[in-house]
């Protein structure tokens, strides 16, 4: 058996995802993993399956497997280049000339109003409408899901049909209603546009926002005279092996042992602990790790999929794949409603046949049943509301990378929430201080200051900014030691130490602090040092509670931190020292209970974010965050949390109200037609009613208050 994985292009709804899925099923195949998000499809196979035969068979279906190199970088564009404007702007004109006599009596346009003029006009838009919707209609049927497309050809096809009898038994302008099946056409185009076009609008940016940026790597070479040479290279040439030398400030570029030197990696994107760690010799680094102090000479261990880097990629990808495609509610529906409309318009007629004893009329009956219930308005449903709701979304800030996840805002009831750049600035500030032995305050800061000045670790710069002073002590020698920390000497020969617990070891058992400051055998006191807390922060979770969410803070920082952060904010429950897997498995646990929104910015986060129900990025997240969230909040944007799930409910109210009125229609109309009270002219008429309603339904999201 292998694990084969293919990018396929052409799925557009959970409808979609279900098909290819039962289609792979049927061929035998095991462990069937579709996702509608991302495209990827992954299935395990024999070693001897006839590829190319499986893929024709996916072709068939209407989805195209794409070529392997699109697939491994996964930029392909899952719609065709608007698509469906195209389709409209093609079918508008015919349509606007078929309602052009409607607008008066005007002689000139006489012309116009004859049947086989009317054909010819809408005999286009109708062939359009067939190949796009029809195709797709009959596809879904074959497959057992009959999708949204079913309706539309269903409605269209039948106008038609009615006028197309018309028209050859010369019945009269009575029994003409190519506008009408021209109109279910254009409109539906418009609505499948204006949808996509809101997600590809927000898709670009996102690409934008997440977009790899290329990063270069200074590679050793000797020359002829055996003399080190330095030369950049982009971090996608390195191999295993390549000497590299990375300096304070820059990104390391894949895994490294550190041949020689000793830095500070600032790890905290990939291991959720906020403090940078010590290097040495011998030490390793991980590739997308940042140096914060220190240069290094380096090897490469391993560079493209073999890096710890494409490895939590590959969670990422397997986290999408098990996430169950979101079944949107109008498609759920028209499975419904699909057979209940054929089976009320078959009784219709045979109803009408027995009671008039004539076919004719019976038979008109029946089509005027299936053109009141004519899918243009379930068409509209839903893109209307996501379209104003993606819209509404984007202009605070707000980017949500798919329409499905605005309905699965309503079902969140537990939040997760990463720590470091996430609740907190990724910033150091002193959290707390004393005074020990006697020693006095200022003594304490003039000499933490006096040391650290010199200093260009991240911790030592917190403390030189908050306790800036015009004075300090002059030293005779001072230093850094790489692991101990700062080293002065005076000139009467007095040493004093600003560093970690090593320097205070012999002289306390509590290590519970960041920074000692030590005299000679004295220990004069401790500074510990924190995140700075979002100002936004406490007035989120605050919110979250007030709406009876329950919220989780799981980070890779200690416990001891993460229980102070959360105590400090209002979280009840801590999950802290997890790794990018354990993070992963974490959220599977909680997503089995409820759905969960994960909420993070690292890239050990971005497992979690892709298997949670929805995964939720800050716009100065990570690349590979913003890649895998579901939802990105821009601009520091974690006080748009509350907005956003609010924005989801009342997208998800507009829908459901949209739907409403769409079969409220169908249930009033189509008893009615069925005993011949409406022709297929009112019920045209009665549809384009339900649009306008759904258009101002739609349009009420622009006033809906957000948090």
């Known amino acids: 058996m292998e694990t ?13 995802a279900l098909t290819i899925g039962k289609y792979l099923e049927r061929k035998g195949l095991q462990n069937i993993k579709v996702s509608l998000a991302s495209g990827d499809v992954s299935f395990d196979a024999a070693t001897d399956l006839d590829k190319t035969q499986l893929q024709k068979g996916i072709h068939d279906l209407g989805y195209t497997v794409l070529k392997e190199e699109a697939a491994a970088g996964g930029s392909a564009e899952r719609f065709s280049l608007n698509k469906h404007l195209r389709y409209f702007l093609f079918c508008l004109p015919f349509t606007l000339l078929l309602f052009l006599p409607m607008l008066g009596h005007n002689g000139a346009l006489r012309w116009l109003m004859l049947p086989w003029v009317q054909l010819i006009l809408c005999l286009p838009v109708f062939v359009a409408g067939m190949r796009f919707f029809g195709r797709s209609a009959v596809k879904s049927l074959l497959n057992g899901l009959p999708n949204m497309n079913v309706l539309i050809a269903l409605g269209s096809t039948a106008a ?27 409109i539906v185009f418009l609505g499948y546009y204006l949808e996509d076009a809101s997600v590809r609008a927000t898709q670009r940016t996102l690409n934008s926002l997440a977009s790899t940026q290329k990063v270069m790597a200074n590679m050793i070479a000797f020359d002829d005279q055996h003399q080190e040479v330095l030369f950049p290279v982009e971090g996608s040439q390195l191999r295993s092996g390549d000497l590299l030398l990375i ?99 078959v009784l219709s007629f045979a109803g009408n046949l027995l009671y008039l004893h004539q076919a004719g009329p019976a038979l008109m009956r029946s089509i005027a049943v299936l053109v009141i219930a004519c899918p243009c308005a379930m068409g509209l449903a839903t893109p209307a509301a996501v379209a104003v709701g993606l819209g509404r979304g984007a202009r605070k800030g707000i980017l949500i990378r798919n329409a499905c996840h605005l309905e699965a805002f309503r079902t969140i009831r537990r939040v997760v929430f990463d720590k470091t750049g996430t609740l907190t600035t990724g910033e150091f500030s002193i959290s707390g201080w004393q005074a020990l032995g006697g020693s006095s305050p200022e003594t304490v800061q003039e000499i933490a200051y006096s040391l650290e000045k010199y200093s260009n670790h991240p911790i030592a710069k917190a403390i030189t900014r908050e306790w800036k002073r015009t004075s300090a002590l002059r030293w005779a020698k001072i230093e850094e030691v790489k692991g101990l920390g700062m080293r002065g000497e005076t000139k009467e020969g007095e040493v004093f130490w600003a560093g970690s617990y090593s320097v205070a070891a012999k002289l306390t058992m509590d290590d519970s602090h960041n920074v000692y400051i030590v005299a000679g055998d004295r220990l004069l006191g401790f500074i510990d040092v924190a995140d700075r807390v979002r100002p936004e922060a406490a007035r989120v979770i605050h919110r979250l509670r007030e709406q009876g969410i329950h919220t989780v803070l799981l980070s890779g920082d200690r416990y001891p931190a993460c229980r102070r952060l959360a105590d400090t904010l209002g979280i009840p429950e801590v999950l802290a020292e997890q790794s990018p897997e354990e993070k992963l498995r974490q959220v599977a646990r909680l997503n089995a209970e409820m759905p969960v929104a994960m909420v993070g910015d690292g890239i050990n986060d971005a497992p979690a974010l892709a298997r949670a129900t929805i995964g939720i990025s800050l716009g100065d997240a990570s690349q590979l965050a913003m890649q895998t969230a579901d939802v ?14 609010d924005l989801g409910r009342h997208t998800f109210g507009t829908i459901r109200g949209n739907l409403f009125w769409a079969f409220f229609y169908n249930v009033v109309a189509i008893p009615v037609a069925a005993l011949g009270m409406l022709t297929p002219a009112v019920a045209a008429l009665v549809m384009g009613l339900s649009d306008v309603v759904l258009a101002a339904n739609s349009l009420r999201l622009y006033a809906k208050k957000l948090d």
């Open 632 to 645: 990105v909040l821009m601009n520091h944007g974690l006080g748009h949390l509350p907005a956003a799930l």
């Open 247 to 345: 300096r304070t400030g820059e990104q390391v570029p894949a895994d490294c042992k550190i041949l020689w030197g000793e830095a500070g990696a600032d790890e905290s994107i990939l291991t959720g602990e906020s403090l940078p760690v010590e290097k040495k010799a011998k030490d390793r680094l991980i590739g997308g790790s940042l140096l914060v102090s220190g240069t290094v000479k380096v090897q490469v261990t391993a560079a493209g999929q073999d890096s710890i880097l494409s490895g939590i990629v590959r969670l990422v990808k397997q986290a999408q794949g098990e996430k169950p495609p979101i079944q949107l509610l109008a498609d759920r529906i028209s499975a419904v409603f699909v057979p209940v409309v054929i089976g009320l318009a």
């Open 160 to 186: 038609f049909v009615y006028s197309l009898t018309g028209t050859l038994l010369a019945l009269g302008h009575d029994y003409l209603f190519y506008e009408t099946t021209a109109s279910i056409v254009t």
């Open 4 to 16: 084969i994985n293919w990018k396929v292009d052409g799925m557009s709804c959970s409808t979609c």
